[in-house]
């Protein structure tokens, strides 16, 4: 039988000195001694009793005790317990949350804009590192196509997408095509394939070129040649991230190295990303401290995310990167308001059915 969680058997006066100690470390950013917690835990014992406490909650690996100070600080693990039990969380405030959703809704321009709007905002309000996945853009219907020939056999296509993104393809075909035909092939897939997913739209193409015959096989051999690379994945950015810098001043990143090792973990994404789109299908809001993340550039971090959707359906996590010593009662409600503000303002019919 595996053992108990550390914390999950705490008598209520240590977890009440716990709940204050962490609080007010985060509010202090110094280690915390007994004096201070007597004076503001309201409990009706001595100093002496507290430090034995202390003592048996630094045993149980929820504090440490920084060599130059008799005070104590939370470990990873303490935290933990923190956020999971003794957090008291309240939803923003009714003006906060009405200037967050206006701000996204008036953001304007497509998707790509409305999320590193979406970043940037919850970067501002936090005073942390915003980070959200972009969706895949298979995930969205398709609108509208049109082809334009370019010089020798390269066409420019140019796609509508529900959300309103417009991309321009430059496609290389394998021979030469006249005006007459891409407008056939554009009109037989605006026809018959609007409001469609595209990843659906290109098995559809090769499913129906195989059963035609007569007249419709050259339009549809023709459409599928230009349609499997319009419509193919394109290379985009997976991840937007916001506000780097704001941790440059933060007093627990204050080691280069380990600032060094982060910053390279943002340009990379790659590691960030995959950490994000493991909590792409947990409801609410998802909490990885320190080196619960996995990842040794953040070990010294934690990483608080929430999945938005548009159509009922999950595109993608947004989140807010920070040292451990976060304002976890701001910082939850902040990033859970955003990710749904992010959903509202993106078009209901945006994403795929």
Do not use: C, W
């Not at 990842?295 to 159509?311: I, K, M, W």
């Not at 010593?325 to 993106?346: F, H, S």
């Amino acid at each position: 039988m595996a053992a108990p969680p550390p914390g999950s058997n705490l008598d209520p006066r240590a977890r009440q000195l716990l709940r204050t100690l962490i609080a007010r470390h985060i509010r202090d950013g110094e280690p915390v001694g007994s004096q201070t917690l007597a004076r503001h835990a309201g409990l009706d014992v001595s100093a002496a009793t507290i430090r034995n406490i202390l003592s048996d909650l630094e045993e149980v690996g929820l504090l440490s005790a920084p060599h130059t100070s008799a005070g104590r600080v939370p470990t990873a693990q303490g935290y933990r317990v923190f956020v999971d039990s003794l957090l008291q969380v309240q939803p923003l405030a009714g003006g906060e949350l009405a200037r967050l959703r206006g701000e996204l809704a008036g953001s304007g321009g497509g998707t790509q804009s409305l999320l590193g709007s979406a970043s940037e905002l919850v970067s501002a309000m936090t005073h942390f590192v915003g980070v959200v996945s972009v969706p895949k853009r298979e995930q969205f219907a398709f609108r509208h196509i049109d082809f334009v020939p370019l010089d020798g056999q390269r066409v420019m296509a140019i796609l509508v997408f529900a959300d309103h993104d417009v991309q321009n393809r430059i496609i290389q075909t394998r021979r030469p095509y006249e005006a007459s035909e891409l407008e056939r092939v554009a009109n037989y897939l605006n026809t018959h394939f609007a409001g469609r997913p595209v990843a659906e739209i290109r098995q559809t193409l090769l499913h129906e070129l195989n059963a035609a015959r007569s007249e419709m096989e050259a339009l549809l051999s023709h459409t599928v040649e230009l349609a499997e690379q319009a419509l193919a994945p394109a290379d985009s950015d997976d991840m937007l991230v916001a506000g780097q810098t704001r941790l440059i001043g933060v007093q627990d990143l204050s080691d280069l190295d380990r600032l060094r090792d982060l910053f390279e973990a943002f340009a990379r994404k790659r590691e960030i990303l995959q950490l994000l789109e493991r909590t792409v299908h947990a409801p609410g809001v998802r909490i990885f401290i320190g080196e619960e993340t996995g990842l040794a550039p953040l070990e010294g971090v934690s990483l608080v995310t929430a999945p938005y959707a548009a159509g009922g359906k999950v595109l993608g996590v947004l989140g807010v990167i920070g040292p451990t010593r976060m304002a976890y009662d701001r910082v939850i409600p902040v990033v859970q308001a955003t990710a749904e503000a992010l959903g509202a303002a993106l078009k209901p019919d945006a994403a795929a059915p």
